[in-house]
């Protein structure tokens, strides 16, 4: 799946958000959505609009953000 055919950031829409191609509808919406436990059917139903491959796309677009980004594990001190 090649993200960037259907993710775009352009900062006229949504402050630079990335969205959908061709849409309002941002990937976070997208990744919080399945977060929250909603199916593509759903997506699908609640936003006609967006394609199975947008979704996909989306969380392409996720994963992708997550291996360049760098996170240092914080654990508590133990007393």
Do not use: C
């Not at 775009?8 to 630079?16: C, Q, Y």
């Amino acid at each position: 799946m090649e993200w960037r055919d259907r993710i775009v950031s352009d900062p006229e829409i949504l402050v630079g958000k990335p969205v959908i191609k061709g849409t309002r509808i941002s990937v976070e919406l997208i990744i919080g959505w399945l977060a929250n436990g909603w199916t593509f059917e759903q997506l699908l139903e609640s936003y006609p609009h967006i394609t199975r491959e947008d979704i996909l796309a989306a969380l392409a677009f996720a994963a992708e953000m997550m291996q360049e980004e760098q996170y240092i594990a914080r654990h508590k001190a133990v007393a």
